[in-house]
């Protein structure tokens, strides 16, 4: 059964042929690989309490991918079939770019640009010092609803599946937020979040059937864990 409400009609037909590689494009601004770049420039020019901020962000957002590893693995649901546009009408020069970031394969419920999107944005409208907290939503709001609509216009998800991963990722935030408000230090308060995405890694790897992805994730999430809290211990007491 279908999980389309007519989306596809609706959005595709708007949307010029010629504005498809700059969809696809903007979808990459909620991809592991932009939101990864993102957070370790984040955490570079930034030092002290706000770099402990940063990188327990960071460790939620390593706990969201693992959510979208999970979630797609229990359900299982297809993608849709609704490309935007078929790659062999682009010019020659679009063609590699748009078959990079206008296709994708496996399960596609949840969005895992939706979840990971709403955790990276959100969670950084949280702690970064910067303007003022009101602007930060509204700035990461209009993100998440950019990378939202692209994956549906590019037809690589249904509407549902977007707001499905953008309600998972609201959740566990909110959840993962009030656990880490029990510790008082930022430092620990890094460690902890670290360990979460550590601890959620390693549930996708069992609900994946130690999928290749899962074990890549667990890999680093246990890593950086691993370093954050030596890093604890090594500290002298104050």
């Known amino acids: ?21 700059l969809v696809a494009l903007l979808t990459q601004l909620g991809d592991i ?13 930034h030092d002290g309490s706000d770099r402990h901020r940063m990188v327990a962000a960071g460790g939620l957002v390593i706990g969201a ?10 359900f299982a649901l297809p993608r849709p079939d609704r490309p935007l546009v078929a790659l062999e009408t682009l010019p020659a020069l679009y063609q590699p770019v748009y078959a990079l970031t206008g296709y994708a394969s496996g399960h ?3 969005s895992g640009h939706a979840v990971v999107s709403t955790a990276a944005y959100l969670s950084l409208a949280v702690v970064l010092p910067v303007s003022t907290r009101r602007r930060r939503y509204i700035a990461a709001a209009g993100i998440i609803a950019i990378v939202g609509f692209c994956r549906v216009a590019l037809g690589l998800h249904y509407l549902v599946d977007v707001l499905a991963g953008i309600a ?9 937020f009030r656990l880490l408000a029990r510790y008082r230090s930022p430092g ?51």
């Open 168 to 176: 998972l990722s609201v959740v566990f935030l909110f959840l993962a």
């Open 188 to 238: 620990v308060r890094r460690t902890a979040a670290l360990g979460l995405g550590a601890v959620l890694a390693l549930v996708g790897v069992v609900a994946t059937g130690a999928h290749v992805e899962a074990i890549a994730l667990f890999a680093v999430a246990s890593g950086v864990f691993g370093f954050s809290w030596r890093i604890d211990r090594l500290r002298p007491a104050v």
């Open 65 to 74: 991918i693992a959510l979208v590893l999970i979630f797609k693995s229990v």
């Open 108 to 110: 596609g419920f949840p």
């Open 1 to 21: 059964m279908s999980r389309g409400v007519g989306e596809f009609e609706l959005v595709q037909g708007a949307i010029p042929d010629s504005l498809a590689i």
């Open 33 to 45: 690989w932009f939101v990864t770049l993102l957070f370790v420039v984040a955490s570079v020019r």
